[in-house]
């Protein structure tokens, strides 16, 4: 499903991940069940691969993780968080157009 381009976040690694990361990442909170999250995944994947390394994808189960979903306002799912720079910059809730993600990442990269 996932390719090696995409870090698997929790509760124990995800501070570390986002201080760690140097420029923008997309913070895809999901769950198994959900299926406008597995609607969307494909998108994501594909906007990380095709920035070249500029934009990392990164997944939180929900499910697994529910501190860290409370912790960043998670209410429904997808939530897509932007993060650069260790900050979340900007979010979208729920399966959106892959054009609406494209602007947001133009415009924060």
Known sequence: MADSATVHLTEQNFDEALAANQGLMMVDF????????????????????ASAGRVTLAKVNVDENPGL???????SIPTI?????????????????????????????
């Open 69 to 75: 979903a409370a912790r960043h306002g998670v209410r």
């Open 81 to 109: 968080l932007f993060v650069k720079d260790g900050k979340v910059v900007d979010q979208v809730i729920g399966a959106v157009p892959r054009t609406q993600l494209q602007k947001k990442l133009d415009a924060l990269a």
């Open 30 to 49: 999901w769950a198994e069940w959900c299926g406008p999250c597995r609607a969307i995944a494909p998108v994501l994947e594909e906007l990380a691969r």
